[in-house]
């Protein structure tokens, strides 16, 4: 607390419940100083106007509170919100929430990039810190605003796919049935979260394809499944569990994301591979397709893209396509131009019993 001029004015500058407040005290400082003593009074005796009385509630507490209460009932991302939080309880255990302002999320902020954490991390770090917040709020526990975050910038066009030497090595460092998890993620292009809620009830191996129920559009995606895929699935029909195909050491209940999750990075390591993520290989799936020749709409629909802009990003590696779209002219101003040749054919190559081989499409040149 204190008095400071800017301009011609005297300020009083104090604190209410870790919110910062000035006033104003016009030119003659000491009705600044009469002010800030009229203040320091009012919040010490709690009868400050503004003051809207506060549950002395942390956010350690906050955060069990809206888990078991909101996120457990409400949001299929639960697991999610466990890590989200424990990772922001690190830092803001013991704090009070109307203690937690705008400079706390920058800190925050700072020390997770100094623990080099990536920009998306943080952000849905903050994106589940102020769900909390604003959970506290409408259930009155939180009487003050809710502090502004400013989320930083993400490259969502970031595009990393393995090469055919990097699949062998990853599936050659992967055991079961983190093995299993990735060659059916190599194949079909789901998600991680997909392939892990995925049930034995949805799968039909008659009809060639597997029913995806919790998508993240909402939508039910029927996924068509090639013989590799269905030899995975036999493979873990004696997993244990009646109910799901990866089924965690509950086998009522699915294998951890976030524990698949820090296995891959563990093997990814291991193999050699730099700057990889499990989503990557979804990546990894639509760009072998498009060097193979698959149009990109037809990408589009397996990966159950909703919108075709995010498809588009792989449309950089068939240059093919663009080629024969001009072609398409030049043959019809110059007879006897014959069109060019899709060239390039897709051979899948990876068997699960193989050790060391991994399933990817082998690119040959065909004349």
Same mark, same amino acid.
């Given at each position: 607390?204190?008095?400071?001029?800017?301009? #011609?004015?005297?300020?009083?500058?104090?604190?209410?419940?870790?919110?910062?407040?000035?006033?104003?005290?016009?030119?003659?400082?000491?009705?600044?100083?009469?002010?800030?003593?009229?203040?320091?009074?009012?919040?010490?005796?709690?009868?400050?106007?503004?003051?809207?009385?506060?549950?002395?509630?942390?956010?350690?507490?906050?955060?069990?509170?809206?888990?078991?209460?909101?996120? #457990?009932?409400?949001?299929?991302?639960?697991?999610?919100?466990?890590?989200?939080?424990?990772? =922001?309880?690190?830092?803001?255990?013991?704090?009070?929430?109307?203690? +937690?302002?705008?400079?706390?999320?920058?800190?925050? @902020?700072?020390?997770?990039?100094? %623990?080099?954490?990536?920009?998306?991390?943080?952000?849905?770090?903050?994106?589940? !810190?102020?769900?909390?917040?604003?959970?506290?709020?409408?259930?009155?526990?939180?009487?003050?605003?809710?502090?502004?975050?400013?989320?930083?910038?993400?490259?969502?066009?970031?595009?990393?796919?393995?090469?055919?030497?990097?699949?062998?090595?990853?599936?050659?460092?992967?055991?079961?049935?983190?093995?299993?998890? +990735?060659?059916?993620?190599?194949?079909?292009?789901?998600?991680?979260?997909? +392939?892990?809620?995925?049930?034995?009830?949805?799968?039909?191996?008659?009809?060639?394809?597997?029913?995806?129920?919790?998508?993240?559009?909402?939508?039910?995606?029927?996924?068509?499944? /090639?013989? !590799?895929?269905?030899?995975?699935?036999?493979?873990?029909?004696?997993?244990?569990?009646?109910?799901?195909?990866?089924?965690?050491?509950?086998?009522?209940?699915?294998?951890? #994301?976030?524990?698949?999750?820090?296995?891959?990075?563990?093997?990814?390591? @291991?193999?050699? +591979?730099?700057?990889?993520?499990?989503?990557? =290989?979804?990546?990894?799936?639509?760009?072998?397709?498009?060097?193979?020749?698959?149009?990109? @709409?037809?990408?589009?629909?397996?990966?159950?893209?909703?919108?075709?802009?995010?498809? =588009?990003?792989?449309?950089?590696?068939?240059?093919?396509?663009?080629?024969?779209?001009?072609?398409?002219?030049?043959?019809?101003?110059?007879?006897?131009?014959?069109?060019?040749? /899709?060239?390039?054919?897709?051979?899948?190559?990876?068997?699960? %019993?193989?050790?060391?081989?991994?399933?990817?499409?082998?690119? #040959?040149?065909?004349?």
């Amino acid at each position: 607390m204190g008095i400071f001029k800017k301009g #011609k004015n005297y300020y009083a500058d104090y604190y209410v419940e870790g919110r910062r407040k000035r006033e104003c005290g016009g030119p003659n400082r000491k009705v600044a100083e009469t002010l800030l003593a009229k203040r320091k009074v009012q919040v010490a005796e709690g009868r400050f106007l503004d003051i809207r009385r506060n549950e002395k509630i942390t956010f350690g507490e906050m955060g069990q509170l809206y888990l078991e209460t909101y996120s #457990k009932v409400n949001k299929r991302s639960f697991n999610r919100d466990v890590t989200l939080i424990a990772n =922001l309880a690190k830092v803001l255990q013991k704090r009070y929430l109307y203690e +937690i302002t705008a400079l706390d999320v920058e800190d925050y @902020k700072r020390r997770r990039l100094a %623990e080099d954490v990536c920009v998306a991390t943080v952000n849905r770090e903050l994106s589940c !810190l102020r769900g909390v917040l604003n959970k506290a709020v409408e259930w009155a526990k939180l009487q003050t605003p809710v502090p502004r975050m400013k989320f930083f910038r993400e490259d969502n066009w970031r595009l990393r796919y393995l090469e055919k030497d990097e699949a062998v090595r990853l599936l050659a460092a992967a055991d079961e049935p983190l093995k299993s998890v +990735i060659g059916l993620a190599l194949n079909t292009g789901m998600r991680l979260g997909e +392939i892990l809620t995925l049930k034995w009830q949805d799968v039909d191996v008659n009809r060639g394809f597997v029913t995806l129920r919790g998508t993240k559009s909402g939508k039910m995606r029927h996924v068509p499944v /090639n013989r !590799l895929v269905v030899e995975i699935l036999m493979r873990n029909r004696g997993s244990g569990s009646l109910v799901y195909v990866f089924p965690g050491r509950d086998p009522s209940l699915p294998l951890s #994301k976030s524990h698949v999750s820090r296995a891959f990075s563990v093997v990814a390591k @291991k193999a050699g +591979i730099l700057d990889f993520r499990f989503h990557d =290989l979804r990546h990894t799936f639509a760009s072998w397709l498009v060097m193979g020749g698959v149009n990109l @709409k037809t990408v589009q629909e397996l990966l159950g893209h909703q919108d075709y802009v995010m498809t =588009l990003r792989h449309a950089h590696l068939s240059p093919d396509v663009t080629k024969q779209a001009v072609e398409l002219i030049g043959n019809e101003l110059s007879s006897g131009s014959g069109a060019p040749e /899709n060239g390039h054919q897709m051979d899948t190559i990876w068997t699960p %019993e193989a050790k060391s081989a991994t399933p990817i499409p082998s690119l #040959k040149h065909s004349k």
